[in-house]
C-alpha cells in the first residue's frame, strides 16, 4: 500500500514561515506526490502536487528531494486561516489516493 | 457552480436499517469517490468510478455498494447499517489533465448508527 509518514503535529506563529515535511520512501517512480488540507468540519481542499522538480502555486511551494522519498510543503507566510490538518499523499495506481493521518497545523497569533 | 453537493448533511439510523447517500457535481469530471473518515483519523476510500458506467472497490468496501448514475451522479448504498458505520462520509470528483490532478470534496454527510 502507499504510505506517507508526517509528524503528528506542528506548531508555527502567524506571519512566519512553515515547513511541512512527508517521508514516501515507498514511491513509485510514476506516482505524483499531494498535498491536500483539511479544515475544522470541512470536506479537504487541494493545495498542490509535484512530480520531480519543485512547484509553486498560490497558497504555498512544494519541494521534492531528488531520490523523491521525501518532500516538503511550504506555507509562505502562514495565517491564522492556515491552521488544518495538512495531508501528504501519494497516488496507489491511476485512480487512488491514499490519506495518512496528517500532520495537524496550529499557527500562534 | 456548486461543485460537488451531498445529501443529507446529517442522519442518524438504527442498526439494520439501509440508506443511500447521493452526490452529485457539475464540473463534468470523470472520476468520482467517496471515503469515509473516522475521528481522529484520515480519509479512507470506499468505492471510486473512473467514468460513468465503471466502479471499482477501494480500501474498506465491505457493508457498501455503489451506482454511478450518470456523469454528475455517484450514490453510496448501505443495505444493512452497524454501529461500525458510523463516520463522516465524503464525496470527491477529479479533475485530471494538462498538469492537472485535483479531487473536489462535497461537505461530507455525518452518519451515526446507534
Known amino acids: 500500500d502507499a504510505k506517507t509518514t508526517q509528524p503528528n503535529s506542528m506548531e508555527s506563529n502567524e506571519e512566519e514561515p512553515v515547513h511541512l515535511p512527508c517521508n514516501h520512501s515507498?514511491?513509485?517512480?510514476?506516482?505524483?506526490i499531494h498535498w491536500y488540507r483539511q479544515l475544522p468540519s470541512q470536506g479537504p481542499e487541494y493545495v498542490i502536487h509535484?512530480?520531480?522538480s519543485n512547484v509553486n502555486n498560490r497558497m504555498a511551494s512544494l519541494a521534492i528531494a531528488e531520490d523523491r522519498k521525501s518532500s516538503t510543503l511550504i506555507l509562505h507566510r502562514a495565517t491564522l486561516r492556515d491552521a488544518a490538518v495538512y495531508y501528504c499523499?501519494?497516488?496507489?495506481?491511476?485512480?487512488?489516493?491514499?490519506f495518512g493521518q496528517g500532520t495537524r497545523l496550529t499557527i500562534n497569533p | 457552480n456548486a461543485g460537488v453537493t451531498q445529501t443529507p448533511k446529517f442522519q442518524v439510523l438504527k442498526t439494520g436499517q439501509s440508506m443511500t447517500l447521493q452526490c452529485a457535481q457539475d464540473m463534468n469530471h470523470n472520476s468520482m469517490y467517496w471515503y469515509r473518515q473516522d475521528p481522529g483519523m484520515g480519509l479512507r476510500l470506499i468505492y471510486y468510478?473512473?467514468?460513468?458506467?465503471?466502479?471499482d472497490k477501494g480500501e474498506v468496501p465491505n457493508g457498501y455498494n455503489v451506482s454511478r448514475l450518470n456523469k454528475r451522479e455517484f450514490s453510496l448504498r448501505l443495505e444493512s447499517a452497524a454501529p461500525s458505520q458510523t463516520s463522516v462520509y465524503f464525496c470527491?470528483?477529479?479533475?485530471?489533465?494538462?498538469?492537472?490532478?485535483?479531487?473536489?470534496f462535497g461537505p461530507g454527510t455525518r452518519l451515526t448508527v446507534l
Open positions: 515507498t514511491i513509485s517512480g510514476t506516482d505524483y
Open positions: 499523499i501519494h497516488s496507489e495506481g491511476a485512480q487512488k489516493l491514499v
Open positions: 468510478s473512473a467514468s460513468e458506467g465503471t466502479t
Open positions: 509535484g512530480l520531480t
Open positions: 470527491a470528483s477529479r479533475l485530471q489533465g494538462f498538469g492537472t490532478d485535483t479531487q473536489y
